[in-house]
């Protein structure tokens, strides 16, 4: 069985993706709040436990799907596990040295970083795996993880900077600034939004699909002296680029805090 830990909204978004992928393994979820449970079980059909223990007793792949300040205190209260389980972390910036050992020598740990947009069955997840990790169980975490979106397998030392750049609220945040923006000039907030989303998503989905370089496309798409040359000239020179780069910076510091945490 499929046991959450964390009744959160990451985990509704893998559960509602794998529901979609129609899944067909068990799952259970755990978390105090259970408000939480409820609207889980009748939105996804899920099996509910609110005794954490009862919860890691049925577990044949833990998923730990809580906050980075509280990932010590839930595996402080679980305690050893007397049996072979796979636990996965999603729990960003605490590392693989952290979690190895904490539920005991037969508990084998992976992290995951899924994308809410796993819920559309669209989403990337990146993933890497402790030294003494089966590739055998490796296979079975990347094709659950497969069954909601693309899978990266990637070294730790490079989560962090997975972790920053591939939040889906960079588009979000785009969507929302460029279509706040027109709406200035004059448009309407379901025009705007409109343009906004066409130049964002339908632009990346070219790139992805069509097979063109990403420097052919801009140059296509912002010819010397047009419209579109004019406001990315403006946007560079007022700090775009550099702006971007202290916000990921920024996102880095938080993750290395989450490492510190004890």
Not at 52 to 65: E, N, P, T, W
Not at 231 to 258: E, H, P, V
């Amino acid at each position: 069985m499929i046991v959450f830990l964390g009744g959160g909204r990451i985990t509704a978004a893998l559960v509602a993706g794998l529901r979609l992928a129609k899944f067909e393994e068990p799952i259970l979820v755990h978390d105090r709040n259970a408000d939480k449970l409820q609207r889980l079980k009748k939105e996804y059909r899920v099996a509910i436990e609110s005794d954490l223990r009862r919860a890691v007793k049925l577990a044949r792949v833990l998923v730990v799907a809580v906050r980075p300040n509280a990932v010590r205190g839930l595996l402080q209260e679980i305690g050893e596990v007397k049996r072979s389980v796979t636990a996965i972390s999603l729990a960003a910036g605490i590392p693989l040295s952290k979690l190895r050992g904490t539920l005991g020598p037969s508990v084998r740990w992976a992290r995951a970083m899924p994308s809410p947009v796993c819920r559309s069955g669209h989403g990337l997840t990146a993933l890497t795996f402790d030294r003494r990790f089966p590739r055998s169980a490796r296979r079975d975490v990347m094709n659950l993880f497969e069954k909601v979106g693309s899978v990266l397998q990637i070294p730790e030392s490079k989560f962090d900077a997975f972790t920053v750049t591939y939040s889906s609220s960079h588009g979000y945040h785009a969507l929302a600034t460029l279509a706040g923006a027109a709406e200035k000039l004059g448009l309407t907030r379901k025009v705007a939004l409109t343009a906004a989303a066409h130049a964002l998503a339908d632009g990346i989905v070219a790139w992805r699909e069509g097979g063109i370089s990403l420097d052919a496309l801009l140059s296509e798409s912002a010819t010397p002296g047009g419209i579109a040359r004019a406001a990315m000239a403006a946007m560079d020179s007022s700090g775009y680029a550099r702006s971007i780069a202290r916000g990921l910076r920024a996102g880095m510091a938080r993750a290395r805090g989450n490492a510190r945490l004890e």
